[in-house]
């Protein structure tokens, strides 16, 4: 194994952590990134969606070389009953070019190109080797021991990016209060389904090579909180599904389950008709939000991406964050080694920076949300089944005069939910999301 | 499409299996019963099933690594949960 001592380890190779590694290794600091998958990518799970802006922030212009799927000129949110769906959606020709909004990827390929990035930035990728433990001495981290033979490796700092499921952040270095919570997580499952490229692009309306994305809530998710998705790959579809742990538990629904409902769904049935599943994915995804997130910092030590529980489930930001985290870390580190100072203080500078940044900005901002969504599932099972109920109505010529047909409307749904309870609904919902 | 179940999924994906060197492992402990049927519920992969004789069984062949039942049956020593070793588990070939 690798006897020196490397300024800084990086624990993981995702988003956060191959953004750290390339923002250290293009500083001209040594740096070693330990990765358990045969390559970057090979143990990631992402639904699909990369945001142009974040990525361009740590490897600018990516898109003229990275692997990607789609760029996304449209996305959909639907929200579904059992037969139905209300639509809402955006379509621009903007983010049909450059510099583009957000594409699709699938993170075997992506990944696995961040890592030759980083590589080509002199930073030393080992793959296929699980870090087991933290080396602390004197009350600092100074390294880690890996599963290889005398797999000891010592480094100033060491860069926690192990992801959501990160046993170093809450065991070895009880940075978590107390456990991760099964309410704070959601168990989400995918399948990658292959279709041939121009079926995809009849199906979704779409030009040569352009993508498309839709989330839904509703019965898609039997009225549990959680969201499920439909991403357009170039010669593939993406569809998932997740919920909140707790929900799954206390409902005895499994989330496959939930998968094959959806895809029976009759708006979504035709849409991945005669396709061929190629992989089934399943992942844990951070919804706990500014409550969830851990201490960001140690003495030594600096916790990035999912493994920080940075995760926006409402807007369905995840990768943005975890390049961001990493990034900042990076150059926190960088202003460390000038200083020649790795004490806690120092670190403290990173958790500052990102609390000062949209990263931790926005998950302030929506805290209270998962908490109220957990309590009041029913509004992902309600609101759906009302905008049914109304757009029936609505859509539904029967030679009822308007001003009839609105009242038919408004009476259909106050027998659903109260007046009353209706504003509280909306008062409620402006309080954690406004 | 008609409804497809774990077993016949994880059928698709690319696993390299540790035998003999299990990274899950479930502690006989008569008090992990509770947190063992979540499992059974919850795991994406199907991996947890109730046998007929009322005890839980489980493949740790077929693990997504996603680490549900890690967090399920935290603070109750139900299991021994490790990531498997380099080269070992499941290999996304899309991600």
Known sequence: ?434 | MKPMGTEEKLGVDKFSVDEGNAHIIILKDTSSREALKKCVIACPAGLYTMKEDGNIGFDFAGCLECGTCRVLCAGTETLSWNYPQGTFGVEFRYG
């Open chain 1, 1 to 434: 194994m690798v006897q020196e001592k490397f300024d800084v380890i990086v624990v993981g190779a995702g988003p956060a952590g191959l953004g750290a590694a390339y923002t250290m290794a293009n500083a001209g600091l040594k740096v070693i990134v330990f990765e358990r998958g045969e390559h970057p990518g090979s143990k990631n799970v992402m639904g699909g969606v990369l945001y142009r802006q974040a990525t361009e922030d740590v490897f600018p212009e990516f898109w003229k070389e990275a692997p990607l799927e789609r760029p996304v000129i449209e996305s959909n949110y639907w929200l579904t009953t059992d037969d139905a769906v209300t639509k809402y959606g955006y379509r621009s020709q903007e983010f049909a070019g450059e510099p583009y909004n957000s594409f699709t990827v699938f993170r075997s390929k992506f990944d696995r190109w961040m890592g030759r990035k980083v590589e080509q930035a002199g930073a030393l990728l080992i793959c296929e080797t699980v870090v087991e433990d933290i080396i602390k001495k004197d009350g600092k981290v100074v390294g880690v021991k890996t599963g290889r033979p005398n797999g000891q490796v010592y480094a100033d700092v060491v860069v926690i990016a192990e992801g959501v499921n990160s046993i170093l952040t809450q065991e070895a270095l009880g940075l978590q209060k107390g456990y991760l919570a099964w309410d704070y997580l959601a168990v989400a499952v995918k399948e990658v389904i292959a279709l041939p490229k121009e079926k995809i692009e009849d199906r979704f309306g779409l030009e040569d090579g352009k993508g498309a994305t839709i989330e839904i809530i509703g019965e898609a998710t039997k009225g549990m909180v959680g969201t499920a998705f439909i991403y357009t790959n170039m010669e593939s579809i993406s569809i998932g599904v997740g919920a909140l742990m707790s929900h799954l538990v206390n409902r005895k629904l499994n989330p496959n389950d939930l998968l094959e409902n959806l895809k029976a769904h009759p708006a979504i049935k035709p849409l991945i008709a005669g396709g061929e599943i190629k992989e089934y994915l399943g992942h844990m995804i951070p919804e706990g939000g500014y409550k969830a997130m851990p201490k960001l910092y140690g003495n030594g030590v600096v916790i990035v991406g999912d493994a920080a529980q940075l995760v926006n489930g409402l807007h369905r930001e995840g990768s943005n964050l975890a390049l961001i985290s990493g990034k900042t870390a990076g150059e926190v580190i960088i202003k460390a080694f000038e200083k020649g100072d790795f004490s806690i203080n120092s670190l403290a500078e990173y958790q500052q920076r990102l609390t000062d940044s949209f990263v931790v900005k926005d998950l302030q901002k929506y805290q209270h949300s998962s908490g109220y969504f957990e309590e009041h599932p029913e509004l992902f099972y309600l609101y759906p089944h009302l905008a049914s109920i109304a757009n029936k109505e609505f859509f539904t010529i029967d030679n009822i005069p308007k001003k009839e047909k609105q009242r038919i409307i408004m009476r259909k749904v106050f027998e659903q939910r109260p007046k009353w309870e209706l504003a509280k609904d909306l008062y409620k919902l402006w309080r954690v999301l406004g």
